[in-house]
C-alpha cells in the first residue's frame, strides 16, 4: 500500500494486522482518485472509516488543505496516526477514534469531500449518508465518495442531496454522491 501520486508520492505506508480492516485497493483508488482529481486542491477532506488513512492521506498529498480521520478502532486510529507521521502531515490532520455515526451527530464542522467506505455487510453506508444529509455536514458543491459492494445500492437522498454516477471494479462499486452545485456527475 502506497501514496500514488503527489507530494507523498510513493510512500509506503504501514498496513493492518488481521482482518478487521479491508483496505482499498490500489487500482480502485487510483481510479477514485482520477474521478475527483480537481475536487482536492484546498479542500476539507474527512475520511469515515479511515482504517489505515491511505484515502485521506492520497487527497492530503494531492492538495487537500486538511483531513479528518474517524475510527472507532484504537488500532485502527494508532495505524492512522503512525502513517500521517510517514507522510508528514501532522499539521494538516486530525484522528478522531469514536463511532462514525457519533462523529456526524457532533462534528461541528463541513467539509467538501467525505470519503465513505463502511464494512459492506452493514447497512452503515445509508445510515452515515442519512446523517451526513440531516446534519448537513457537506458544503455546497461538496461530494461523498462512497465505496461498498458491487450489489449495494446506495439510498436515496434527500434534497439537495442526490446519489450520482457509479463506477464498478469488480466486486467493488465506487458512488459519487454531491450536494446541490456539484459538478461531477
Avoid at 499539521?91 to 470519503?115: K, M, N, P, T
Amino acid at each position: 500500500m502506497r501514496i500514488i501520486s503527489g507530494t507523498a508520492r510513493g510512500r509506503k505506508l504501514k498496513e493492518p494486522q488481521g482482518l478487521d480492516t479491508r483496505p482499498t485497493t490500489d487500482k480502485v483508488k487510483e481510479s477514485l482518485f482520477n474521478i475527483i482529481q480537481f475536487e482536492l486542491e484546498g479542500r476539507r477532506v474527512l475520511d469515515l472509516f479511515a482504517g489505515t488513512g491511505q484515502l485521506g492521506l492520497e487527497a492530503l498529498s494531492r492538495g487537500a488543505e486538511h483531513c479528518t480521520f474517524v475510527d472507532r478502532r484504537q488500532e485502527a486510529a494508532a495505524l492512522v496516526r503512525e502513517n500521517i507521521g510517514l507522510c508528514r502531515f501532522e499539521d494538516r490532520a486530525q484522528v478522531v477514534q469514536e463511532e462514525a455515526q457519533w462523529f456526524l451527530r457532533s462534528c461541528g464542522e463541513r467539509f467538501d469531500v467525505i470519503f465513505l467506505d463502511p464494512p459492506y455487510q452493514t447497512d452503515l453506508l445509508a445510515q452515515c449518508l442519512e446523517k451526513i444529509a440531516r446534519f448537513d455536514i457537506l458544503r455546497e458543491h461538496g461530494i461523498i465518495v462512497c465505496e461498498s459492494g458491487a450489489d449495494q445500492s446506495v439510498p436515496a437522498l434527500t434534497s439537495p442531496y442526490e446519489a450520482g454516477r457509479e463506477y464498478r471494479y469488480g466486486q467493488i462499486k465506487l458512488t459519487v454522491c454531491r450536494r446541490a452545485g456539484s459538478v461531477i456527475r
